[in-house]
């Protein structure tokens, strides 16, 4: 009975010294007691790097019509003083613009649109996507745009400068999207070709990145800032809800930016303040014509069937036969002229 409680006093004697052979050298190496520390049960967030086409941040429509601010802006006297006057100006919001068919032109329309928000705005929120989808819209039912959705995406890539969504002439299409994010762009480009509307950016026809200053930003009508893009609409009849038709007539072009050497493509790209001042002179001639005696207004030629016409138009209704004799009475000389031309 004593040789057995001997042998197991002696087997945890080599079993403790065992222990701490192990031990030793973990207790005393660099570090101390960290090697034993027990890890954090709830897992590190990355971080998100931002979008390689939002880096540069200088897409926007009517990128030749900008410079850039390499330095830190400089205030003049007076600037930065907060007024009400400066306060965002309220726009009406645009209507609907339905692309209802299933055809090509759909799918051209949806392409397009797509990489104008991916390219655009692809690590911008919602509100930021639906912006720029809702400004391609607008231009579409402006009459100084393409009448297209591909045609205002890619209008002016032909150029090496000038275009008006930077994207499309900077080398951006080379690089492939990511599908999660593709995914998001092109279900905002549906929910905008099915009629919705972004109502808080109005009429808005122009936008540029927070980090650039275009020379017509004060000529036209700032309608608020939203993620890292700051929203404009034409001031004066250009911008009146009365100067775009939203309607949809088809005709979508190829979804691809044009060739380089495509001449018959190459046109002015349109500036801002110059469609603005056109619109301006074409209201003011109107309403000075409407305000001119009648008498001075000129009168329109009648309107006629083509069976009338074919009969001679104005001519059988003109009296050429009349009677030369001086037997005729005054009141009476001008019988069968025209009072008044008639209109239909």
Known sequence: MGKR????????????????TVALPAFAAPGGWEHFAIANAVAEQPVVEPMPFERAG???????????????????????????????????????????????????ALQCLAAAVYYEAGSEP????RAVAQVVLNRVAHPAYPK?????????SERSTGCQFTFTCDGSLARRPSSLFWERAMNVARAALSGYVYAPVGLATHYHTVQVHPYWAPSLDYLGTIGAHRFYSFQGAAGRLAAFRFSYMG??????????????LASAVPDPVAVQRAFD????????????????????????????????????????????????????????????????
């Open 148 to 156: 297209t959705v591909c045609g205002v995406v890619y209008q002016g």
């Open 251 to 264: 005709g979508e072009p190829i979804a691809a930016p044009h060739r380089r050497d495509d001449s018959a």
């Open 281 to 344: 002179d074409v209201e003011q001639t109107r309403t000075k014509a409407a305000f001119l005696p009648l008498a001075a207004q000129p009168t329109p030629s009648p309107l006629y069937t083509n069976e009338i016409r074919q009969r001679g138009g104005d001519t059988i209704y003109q009296a050429r036969d009349l009677p030369k004799a001086q037997r005729i009475k005054a009141e009476y000389a001008n019988s069968g002229r025209w009072i008044a031309l008639p209109t239909n």
């Open 58 to 108: 200088a897409g926007f429509p009517g990128s030749a019509f900008y410079y850039l601010d390499l330095d830190a802006p400089v205030l003049k006297v007076g600037e930065g003083i907060h007024s009400d006057a400066h306060e965002p100006v309220t726009s009406p919001a645009a209507r609907a613009l339905r692309i209802d068919n299933s055809g090509i032109d759909r799918a051209r």
């Open 126 to 129: 919602d509100a930021g996507q």
């Open 5 to 20: 409680h001997g042998r197991m006093r002696q087997r945890r004697t080599l079993g403790a010294a065992a222990l701490a």
